[in-house]
């Protein structure tokens, strides 16, 4: 489990394919407090460490886990956000977040306002239906609250600090972006279909 609260920015060192990919992400974190198996939330996908040096981890990842989430586009040199997995006692900043990635929104607008820059992102279609105003969602494992939803298009306001502190300051036309819906509206939904 996590939150949406960003704790450090990576950098993919070095990406490989071993049967699975495998990725090295340079940290910022004391990687000695880190227990091999650890569950670290990169761009919003929850990945296990598998190896670990002074200032760096290696994960795997599966091929369903690259087919459902922007990792196929990850390239030595990129920045991701990161967030270690929630402890019992941490403060719940954001919203909770499972590090299950649902899909990829793409980026369709770009627009500042006074010093924060509007995003909206086109989802698709099938998660569309979970995305609501003032609603949720996690993007790139940032958790933000959406501002106004037309169709599958959604807005989101990015200030100053998240743009300083998460990758978002990066952000660029085009981008495919990882996406899980709030767990909430899932349920909300199933429970609707039920009724």
């Keep these: 489990m996590f939150t949406g609260i960003v704790t450090d920015i990576g950098t993919i060192t070095h990406l490989e394919q071993q049967g699975d990919l495998r990725a090295r992400i340079k940290t910022s974190y004391d990687t000695s407090g880190i227990d091999m198996g650890a569950s670290i939330a990169s761009d919003g996908v929850c990945l296990t460490v598998v190896e670990l040096g002074p200032d760096w981890y290696d994960v795997q990842i599966s091929a369903e886990t690259v087919s459902k989430t922007n990792i196929g586009a990850w390239e030595a040199g990129k920045r991701v956000n990161l967030e270690r997995a929630l402890k019992v006692g941490d403060e719940l900043g954001g919203h909770i977040v499972s590090g299950h990635v649902d899909g990829v929104a793409e980026v369709v607008k770009l ?67 990882n996406l899980e819906i709030d767990t909430l509206a899932r349920y909300v939904a199933r429970l609707h279909e039920a009724g």
């Design 111 to 177: 627009e500042d306002e006074g010093d924060s820059t509007r995003v909206t992102l086109r989802a698709p279609e099938e998660l569309a239906r979970f995305i609501a105003s003032k609603g949720s969602v996690a993007l790139n494992g940032t958790s933000l609250t959406v501002n106004d939803v037309a169709g599958c298009d959604f807005g989101i306001n990015f200030i100053p600090h998240t743009k300083e502190v998460t990758t978002w300051g990066d952000v660029k036309l085009g981008d495919q972006v």
